[in-house]
């Protein structure tokens, strides 16, 4: 059976090798990306998740010439995820 964290690194994978595809084929594609993870099951959960809303905003805001990537575990909630 397979167990939540394996589920997701196997999708991890599949996602990364798609991305890896698709860069060599595509013009304008960045070169560089900022990439987060968020996970559940520490004290701090909240507070984590609006540090990486406010990472990303500023990012955002700067303008900077990357992708932006977050990486959450299938126990985040869905609102938090397609708030991202």
Not at 19 to 34: C, D, F, P, Q, S
Not at 47 to 60: G, N, P
Not at 62 to 77: F, H, M, R, T
């Amino acid at each position: 059976m397979i167990g939540r964290v394996d589920l997701l690194l196997v999708l991890l994978i599949a996602t990364t090798a798609t991305i890896g595809a698709e860069t060599t084929t595509l013009k304008g594609v960045n070169r560089n990306a900022y990439a987060t993870m968020m996970y559940m099951g520490t004290p701090r959960d909240y507070e984590f998740y609006v540090a990486t809303r406010v990472m990303l905003r500023s990012l955002t805001r700067l303008g900077v010439e990357a992708d932006l990537v977050v990486i959450a575990s299938l126990d985040v909630p869905l609102r938090w995820v397609q708030t991202l």
